[in-house]
């Protein structure tokens, strides 16, 4: 169904990979990507501790990738030159031409040079791109957007962030901050963000907000099984309550994701119609509500977005779910490649590099 | 201070011309723009009468590029082979590839082959594209965004339309809609729009929509302007009546620009988050009322849309005003030629054609 090639192990010797990296607030994700596309291989996943500081992140990220190197070299019996080099995916904002973390609340870092750390830590050229832009990248070369030209990725998790892929290339904008569908405001006078203004998608449609308009409403829902599935600590639900509900058959819950589907339906048509995609990838927790979210989520877009828009648009669930940052690291890190070695900073010219 | 230099005459033989025809559904204009860039020459404005039919409409702009022509021709001192062609804008949805026009409300045709008709009576190989392409185009090419990379339009009459230049291309999106950001949900509880959903952009903003804005509450504004600007016929307020009101200082109608000017500074900020630009062009009647809407409109947009984004992002009102979609229209056909003689239709290949 995928289209993807499962890791199967072969012994030819021409086989290149790139070593994709996925850095997020919670968890480190490594993973080997072969250079000619196939899923991540060696994924290994450990927690990023990020109050242990920079340097500690980075030296943990190298030991994930040594085995990972390691691991792939044996099962496909190839030496470390099979391994062309290092893409890594980080929250934002960031400068790609100098590869520097310029900021990331989450992590804690300020003008933090990511990149060529890790880089010369490695001692493998490397590549810095935005974290959900990785992930829409990873979906389109390899997950549910195969083979379109132009692409949308919405994430719904903590927060809700999003990218685009045009002509089969990530597009940035004049500032890298294309994409940014979280903070769209699809109601002026609505509900508080994080942010600090009113209405924005996210404040209705992120994980936690969800979790939190469920439990707004429950007392005048009370055959509702929510507080059941959390013994009856109200503060327990989340996100995952809902939609495991709602799989349930739990009516509210249903109602629950029934308004988020129109809410985010409005954000995703106004995506529609401004970029007018052959595909939009909904990914992250929320798809674990499965056609309980998103039959209600295409007919809200239907109703808003310009039919001949909707008719060329297929909204999809994410297929790579927690590799998609590794496989859409790896992608850019490819990507450089055609470009020219001016995209990617090469340690193995600098006298400090480990190789 | 626009940098487009003035219409004056050359004799020299060596220039050559391309014929903008921008269709609207009130008025017809046509002008000839330098191939190298310069503002629009010898521009006509007729009206479109559109209810004497498609080919009254063909017949009529015929009539109007010929005399454009004749005009250039003589001021110039060039001949009939100074001119390449024929760049057409017109209100859609189109096809490009055919150069249809496959509905349009305002003028009611239904897959009207425009460009070829057109092409076929004036002798000329002939692009089409969309009206709100087309002036955003023009703004890219000879107006506000000369020389940037990413640039959006927004048009604000009758409607509320849009327009993305990416990488100094008009950017189409998989079937012709990207760039629309008049009915982008910035309400989804909002106020009822022509289109039949609520809280559109254009049902707050549009010039009748300021309008209606204006006169709902006028009588709790007793010191206002705005009745003695009409003899007191409520019902003639226009936009354009609301900006006079305001740059003569009426508070009123201050108030109601900027309440308009923080809900358009949402819809504005909700195109800077997802498509990054460097110019956004504000065109229209809306220009009318300056810094009136400018200035609030600028604060709308900072306070919204994320600072990395907006500090890149100049936000201007249009230059070519009435001529954008002449410039525009001419420049798609300019861009035709770099691409390859297939984007253009050429009728000196055709039997049928009239040279």
């Given at each position: 169904?995928?289209?993807?090639?499962?890791?199967?192990?072969?012994?030819?010797p021409?086989e290149?990979?790139?070593?994709?990296?996925?850095?997020?607030?919670?968890?480190?994700?490594?993973?080997?990507?072969?250079?000619?596309?196939?899923?991540?291989?060696?994924?290994?996943?450990?927690?990023?501790?990020?109050?242990?500081?920079?340097r500690?992140?980075?030296?943990?990220?190298?030991?994930?990738?040594?085995?990972?190197?390691?691991?792939v070299?044996?099962?496909?019996?190839v030496?470390?030159e099979?391994?062309?080099?290092?893409?890594?995916?980080?929250p934002?904002p960031?400068?790609?031409?100098?590869?520097?973390?310029?900021?990331?609340?989450?992590?804690?870092?300020q003008?933090?040079?990511?990149?060529?750390?890790?880089?010369?830590?490695?001692?493998?050229?490397?590549t810095?791109d935005?974290?959900?832009?990785?992930?829409?990248y990873?979906?389109?070369?390899?997950?549910?957007?195969?083979g379109?030209s132009?692409?949308?990725?919405?994430?719904?998790?903590?927060?809700?962030?999003g990218?685009?892929?045009?002509?089969?290339?990530?597009?940035?904008g004049?500032?890298?901050?294309?994409?940014?569908?979280?903070?769209?405001?699809?109601?002026?006078?609505?509900?508080?963000?994080?942010?600090?203004?009113?209405g924005?998608?996210?404040?209705?449609?992120?994980?936690?907000?969800?979790?939190?308009?469920?439990?707004?409403?429950?007392?005048?829902?009370?055959?509702?099984?929510?507080?059941?599935?959390?013994?009856?600590?109200?503060?327990?639900?989340?996100?995952?309550?809902?939609?495991e509900?709602?799989?349930?058959?739990?009516?509210?819950?249903?109602?629950?994701?029934?308004?988020?589907?129109?809410?985010?339906?409005?954000?995703?048509?106004?995506?529609?119609?401004?970029v007018?995609?052959?595909?939009?990838?909904?990914?992250?927790?929320?798809?674990?509500?499965g056609?309980?979210?998103?039959?209600?989520?295409?007919?809200?877009?239907?109703?808003?977005?310009?039919?001949?828009?909707?008719?060329?648009?297929?909204?999809?669930?994410?297929?790579?779910d927690?590799?998609?940052?590794?496989?859409?690291?790896?992608g850019?890190?490819?990507?450089?490649?055609?470009?020219?070695?001016?995209?990617?900073?090469?340690?193995?010219?600098?006298?400090?590099?480990?190789?």
């Amino acid at each position: 169904m995928s289209g993807i090639p499962s890791g199967t192990p072969s012994g030819s010797p021409s086989e290149r990979f790139i070593v994709g990296v996925d850095i997020g607030g919670t968890n480190l994700v490594v993973g080997a990507v072969p250079v000619d596309g196939g899923a991540a291989q060696a994924v290994r996943t450990r927690p990023t501790e990020p109050h242990r500081g920079g340097r500690f992140v980075v030296g943990r990220v190298a030991r994930m990738v040594e085995k990972v190197i390691d691991e792939v070299s044996e099962a496909h019996g190839v030496g470390r030159e099979a391994f062309l080099g290092l893409g890594i995916g980080s929250p934002g904002p960031l400068d790609r031409d100098t590869g520097t973390v310029i900021e990331t609340p989450n992590l804690g870092w300020q003008n933090f040079p990511l990149r060529d750390l890790l880089s010369t830590e490695v001692g493998l050229p490397a590549t810095l791109d935005n974290d959900a832009n990785c992930a829409t990248y990873g979906e389109w070369w390899q997950g549910a957007g195969r083979g379109v030209s132009t692409l949308a990725g919405v994430t719904i998790g903590t927060g809700v962030g999003g990218g685009l892929v045009i002509d089969g290339r990530i597009f940035h904008g004049a500032s890298d901050v294309a994409g940014e569908i979280g903070h769209m405001t699809i109601n002026f006078e609505g509900r508080r963000c994080r942010c600090g203004n009113y209405g924005c998608l996210e404040a209705y449609v992120s994980g936690p907000n969800i979790a939190a308009r469920a439990v707004e409403g429950i007392d005048l829902n009370p055959d509702s099984i929510l507080p059941d599935l959390v013994g009856g600590e109200l503060d327990r639900i989340t996100a995952a309550t809902v939609y495991e509900a709602a799989v349930r058959g739990d009516a509210y819950a249903d109602e629950v994701l029934s308004e988020t589907a129109k809410i985010l339906g409005a954000g995703i048509a106004n995506l529609i119609n401004l970029v007018n995609p052959e595909v939009v990838v909904v990914a992250g927790g929320v798809t674990k509500a499965g056609e309980h979210l998103l039959r209600p989520l295409r007919a809200a877009v239907r109703k808003r977005a310009f039919r001949s828009a909707v008719d060329v648009c297929r909204i999809l669930p994410a297929e790579l779910d927690a590799t998609a940052g590794v496989v859409g690291a790896a992608g850019v890190f490819r990507s450089s490649l055609a470009d020219g070695p001016a995209r990617a900073r090469r340690p193995l010219d600098d006298a400090s590099s480990v190789p």
